[in-house]
């Protein structure tokens, strides 16, 4: 499953935008985001974004468009390859991910599968 050669993530502008406003509004210590997978949801697996305020053992740190966002260590066979998006409409607003390794997600949205 997991590819080299691919990208762990990749950020579009409007999500690299967003989360330059959350770093900046976060307060003393945050270095970036932190991005991972927590079983939840009616498909299995559901994305976890937080901040970062240091670099955990083992995590690997993407450097894009003036960002950082580090990659827990447990969800890089689920998600390498995924695109990170900001997307917002009249009733929600929020990161989103377009993964190649999704082979389901639940009639909500929330929560993902791999193979």
Same mark, same amino acid.
């Given at each position: 499953?997991?590819?080299?050669?691919?990208?762990?993530?990749?950020?579009?502008?409007?999500?690299? @935008?967003?989360?330059?406003?959350? /770093?900046?509004? +976060?307060?003393?210590? /945050?270095?970036?985001?932190? /991005?991972?997978?927590?079983?939840?949801?009616? @498909?299995?697996?559901?994305?976890?974004?937080?901040?970062?305020y240091d670099k955990k053992p083992f995590e690997d740190a993407? @450097?894009?468009? +003036?960002?950082?966002?580090?990659?827990?260590?447990?969800?890089?066979? *689920?998600? /390498?390859?995924?695109?990170?998006?900001?997307?917002?409409?009249?009733? @929600?607003?929020?990161?989103? *991910?377009?993964?190649?390794?999704?082979?389901?997600?639940?009639?909500?949205g929330e929560s993902f599968s791999v193979a």
């Amino acid at each position: 499953m997991f590819d080299p050669s691919k990208p762990l993530l990749t950020l579009t502008e409007k999500a690299a @935008s967003h989360v330059r406003g959350l /770093v900046e509004k +976060g307060g003393d210590g /945050v270095i970036g985001i932190r /991005v991972g997978v927590k079983t939840a949801g009616c @498909s299995g697996m559901k994305y976890q974004v937080e901040y970062a305020y240091d670099k955990k053992p083992f995590e690997d740190a993407i @450097s894009e468009k +003036g960002v950082t966002v580090l990659i827990d260590p447990a969800a890089v066979m *689920f998600i /390498v390859g995924s695109e990170m998006d900001w997307t917002e409409d009249k009733f @929600s607003a929020g990161f989103t *991910f377009s993964n190649p390794n999704e082979t389901a997600r639940c009639g909500c949205g929330e929560s993902f599968s791999v193979a």
